[in-house]
């Protein structure tokens, strides 16, 4: 979208395309899914050509690895505030309290279901895989970094990062879970299956 001022027109500036064509393709993937959402429709929902979404994202791929990782920064400092508000209250009930802070993530499964769809593309692009381990990876360390914290606190930094792994691909696999078969898998049931988790992991 170019505008004119005094006579002269003037171009958007590269880092407004990208965040506009971010913003589009999020609402997009997230509305209708990414196998239905078209570069066209993020074009036309940003305001701005084709072109300019193939010129800074590359392709559609490439535009889902940076929603994803656009989305756990969004998602992860509400799961990271919920974490802090939790390891600030003591080790009693610690696992039962620590899956109910994860909940809101698991219900809130969409990015789950991009992170997904990440995934499987990476198998058969190199490129990819290497974002999809960059998108893990980040998340990974900003949830072992609050497990440092409250009754937890000064435990092994490798007992951390696997419990961290741990936890995000439960949570990854119970998203999906409910959003597949809603009929079988309850909340409660999410909830439970953390909860043992949390029992079995923590020291």
């Known amino acids: 979208m170019t505008t004119v001022e005094h006579g002269a027109v003037r171009r958007p500036r590269r880092e407004d395309v990208r965040a506009g064509v971010l913003a589009a393709a999020t609402e997009l993937f997230l509305a209708q899914g990414y196998q239905a959402t078209t570069l066209d429709q993020v074009a036309e929902r940003a305001g701005f050509t084709k072109g300019a979404v193939y010129s800074n994202f590359g392709g559609k791929p490439e535009l889902l690895a940076q929603v994803c990782l656009a989305r756990f920064d969004e998602v992860g400092a509400e799961l990271v505030r919920r974490l802090t508000e939790v390891l600030a209250c ?8 620590l899956a109910a802070a994860l909940m809101p ?11 997904a769809e990440l995934r499987g593309l990476a198998r058969h692009d ?8 960059e998108v893990v990876r980040h998340r990974e360390a900003a949830l072992a970094r609050e497990l440092d914290r409250g009754p937890l606190a000064g435990t ?6 696997t419990t961290a792994s741990l936890l995000l691909a439960q949570v990854g696999v119970l998203a999906l879970e409910l959003r597949s078969r809603p009929g079988l898998l309850g909340e409660e049931e999410a909830r439970r299956c953390l909860a043992v988790l949390f029992q079995g992991l923590l020291p």
């Open 90 to 97: 003591g080790p009693q009930g610690l696992a039962d309290r």
């Open 105 to 115: 993530t698991v219900l809130k499964g969409e990015s789950q279901v991009l992170l």
């Open 156 to 161: 092994d930094e490798t007992w951390r990062r």
């Open 126 to 133: 190199r490129r990819l895989a290497r974002t999809y381990d």
